[in-house]
């Protein structure tokens, strides 16, 4: 079983930055595939974006060249840099960790708030 916990969503004006993180309780961080998804009211949980434990990332179109994700393995931290954000990116954000070899093995965190409004 492994926690995640989110923090530093909040309320921001467009244009303006955010920068999630994502604590793991885990200590085999790195057989994690780890991901941040997004789900607006109304609407379906989608993917924001995935990074391996060697780096290599994925993004959604609507977030490519604005949002970028990191992740630190020595600290079982996975971070979320969202520059440029639009009233559309308004969002609960929640943290996902995938292991890479057991199927199922798939956890949740319990999201934070994204509210991009003038």
């Known amino acids: 079983q492994v926690q995640l916990v989110e923090s530093g969503g909040g309320l921001m004006q467009p244009g303006g930055s955010l920068r999630l993180s994502c604590a793991a309780s885990t200590s085999i961080f790195r057989v994690y595939v780890m991901g941040w998804y997004r789900q607006a009211p109304g609407k379906q949980r989608e993917l924001v974006a995935t990074i391996t434990s060697g780096g290599s990332t994925n993004y959604a179109d609507s977030v490519k060249g604005r949002f970028t994700i990191s992740r630190d393995n020595a600290k079982n931290m996975v971070y979320l840099q969202m520059n440029t954000l639009k009233p559309e990116d308004t969002a609960a954000y929640f943290c996902?960790?995938?292991?890479?070899?057991?199927?199922?093995?798939?956890?949740w965190g319990q999201g934070t708030q994204v509210t991009v409004s003038s």
């Open positions: 996902n960790a995938r292991h890479t070899l057991v199927v199922g093995a798939n956890y």
